[in-house]
């Protein structure tokens, strides 16, 4: 079936480490990736965004990269903190008209201090 | 500040029963989504709405029921026909197909 789904399921770094969460795509029509960030018991919170005519783009402490070669996706996270530990999830727009999002089951992301 | 409000953050449902989750949303997003996600899981679709008085089933939606009769809200009802309504339920709003969407803090629902 259809999914976007993650190679690790938990990632273990100490604080300062840089961290790398990867995440597979199926549908090669997609245009549109997202990641976000979700603590316990909340709701999840928007990191960075991609679109499918670029392979990276970076923000605070963040930078995703896009291979659309062999649908991958990956969410670097430079000098990383505890206040980084969460779940990180991908998603991807399959939508042609509207934005519709699938999700993968997500990444824990824990860091030691 | 804008944002998504769900209300409330904890809810109990007994036997037989409807319940109704609140959404609402000061962003003036046209589109608005409800989730669901289970522990260790992905978020599933449920409903979702591309504009006022409009609404589409998503991926797993027998047993819940929406309206949107206003821009800035989106209630969700867990009918009695969900026999597994136990789970974290998630609200989001965007503001077109090339942005992101923006989620609440989530209603836990669990079963009495």
């Known amino acids: 079936g259809e999914s976007v789904g993650l190679h690790l399921p938990t990632l273990s770094v100490q604080e300062g480490d840089n961290s790398i969460i990867n995440c597979a795509y199926s549908?090669?029509?997609?245009?549109?990736f997202i990641w976000y960030k979700q603590e316990s018991g909340k709701g999840p919170q928007f990191i960075i965004d991609?679109?499918?005519?670029?392979d990276k783009r970076q923000g605070q402490r963040v930078t995703v990269l896009l291979n659309k070669t062999v649908k991958h996706l990956s969410l670097q996270i430079a000098a990383t903190q505890p206040g980084d530990s969460a779940v990180y999830f991908c998603?991807?727009?399959?939508?042609?008209?509207?934005?519709?999002?699938?999700f993968g089951t997500g990444t824990r992301l824990l860091v030691s201090p | 500040d804008g944002g998504i409000t769900q209300s409330p953050k904890y809810l109990f449902r007994k036997e037989g029963q409807n319940v109704t989750l609140s959404c609402e949303q000061n962003?003036?997003?046209?589109?608005m989504y409800w989730y669901r996600q289970d522990p260790g899981q992905g978020l599933r679709l449920i409903y979702y709405?591309?504009?006022?008085?409009?609404?589409q089933k998503g991926d797993i939606a027998e047993g819940y029921s929406v309206s949107r009769e206003k821009k800035e809200s989106f209630p969700l009802t867990v009918t009695s026909a969900q026999k597994n309504p136990t789970a974290f339920y998630l609200c989001?709003?965007?503001?077109?197909?090339?942005?992101?969407?923006?989620f609440g803090d989530g209603t836990r629902l669990s079963i009495l």
């Open positions: 962003l003036n997003h046209d589109a």
């Open positions: 998603a991807e727009n399959r939508a042609t008209g509207f934005q519709k999002l699938v």
């Open positions: 709405s591309q504009i006022v008085n409009d609404f």
């Open positions: 991609i679109r499918s005519n670029m």
């Open positions: 989001a709003s965007c503001g077109g197909k090339g942005q992101p969407q923006h």
């Open positions: 549908n090669s029509a997609s245009d549109y």
